[in-house]
Structures are given as structure tokens and as C-alpha cells.
């Protein structure tokens, strides 16, 4: 065998290896991306399980506002049954708009505020939306980096042929 033929395999044989490998990144920026969504989903589903609790402690003392309960009510079941990604970001906006109405509402009631259930809703409250922040900003983190790898050259020519697209951010980062 000579030299030519021992450069040309060793050539085929490094590309199928750069091959093998791109696409391995890719499949592991995709599964990074959808357990970044998952902790979206998990932390916006224990949101949607307190607002809730929230509205009925809110209810007890201020059962005439009823049009800003009904409003955080509706805001909270569209946000349940968004659908993608850019559905469910815009969901959450609302309902984020829909609980500072609220808790405007709660500031006009001291008895209210003082309770430590509402005190404790609204801790919990206040967590889960840093988490959720926190999830949305590693999440378009997450694809960024895997729309970027995918783009460059010589990495989009794998891209192509593997089938792996770019992603939806999730809204606007939070």
C-alpha cells in the first residue's frame, strides 16, 4: 500500500470520525434543550397550581374584586392551555400582568397583606418566578448555542444532512 492510499484513508477515516462526532453534538444540544424546556414546564406547572390557592386567599378579603380574580383566572387557564413555545411565552406574560393587578389589589386591603397565608403564597409566588426566569434564560442559552452550532460552517453541511433545525427561543429571555 503506498503513502497516497494511506493519506486518503487516513483522510476518510478522520472525516467520518468529524462526522460521527458533529452529529453527536448535535443530538446532545437537542436533549439539552428539551430538559431546559421540561424545567420550564415543571416550574410553570407549580405556578399554575398556586395562583389558585392565591386567588381564594385573595377572595376571602376582597371578594367584590371580583373582576381582577376573574381576570387572573382566565389569564392563569390560557397560560395551561398554550400550546408552543412563543403560545406559552405570551401566556405567561399575561398572566404575569394579570397577578401585579392583583397584588395592587392586595395593597389596598392591610388585613390582607398581614395574613400569612397570602404572606406564604406570595413568597412561593415570587420563587417560582425567579425559577422560571431562571429556566427561560438557561433555555435560550441552551439554544442559542445549538442554532449557533448548527449554523457554522462546516457544521451546517452535517446539519442538513442529519435533519437537525434550529429551535424556538422561549419569548423574549427572561
Keep these: 500500500m503506498g503513502p497516497a492510499k494511506i493519506i486518503i484513508i487516513a483522510l476518510a477515516a478522520g472525516a467520518g ?27 410553570i406547572q407549580k405556578r399554575h397550581e398556586l395562583i389558585p390557592k392565591l386567588v381564594d386567599t385573595v377572595r376571602s378579603y376582597a371578594s367584590h374584586e371580583q373582576e381582577t380574580l376573574e381576570k387572573v383566572t382566565a389569564a392563569r387557564a390560557a397560560a395551561v392551555g398554550a400550546g408552543s413555545n412563543r403560545e406559552k411565552a405570551a401566556a405567561e406574560d399575561g398572566l404575569d400582568a394579570s397577578l401585579k393587578s392583583l397584588f395592587a ?41 445549538h442554532n449557533t452550532t448548527i449554523s457554522i460552517f462546516p457544521n451546517n453541511l452535517v446539519a442538513k444532512f442529519a435533519g437537525a433545525g434550529e429551535m424556538e427561543y422561549f419569548g423574549l429571555p427572561g
Aim: proline share 1%; charged share 20%.
Design 17 to 43: 470520525i468529524w462526522i460521527i462526532l458533529t452529529y453527536n453534538r448535535f443530538v446532545t444540544f437537542r436533549n439539552r434543550c428539551a430538559n431546559a424546556l421540561s424545567q420550564i414546564d415543571i416550574q
Design 105 to 145: 389589589v392586595a395593597e389596598a386591603y392591610p388585613t390582607l397583606r398581614a395574613d400569612t397565608l397570602f404572606l406564604e403564597l406570595q413568597g412561593d409566588l415570587t420563587k417560582l418566578e425567579d425559577n422560571i426566569r431562571f429556566s427561560r434564560q438557561f433555555y435560550n442559552d441552551t439554544v442559542m448555542i
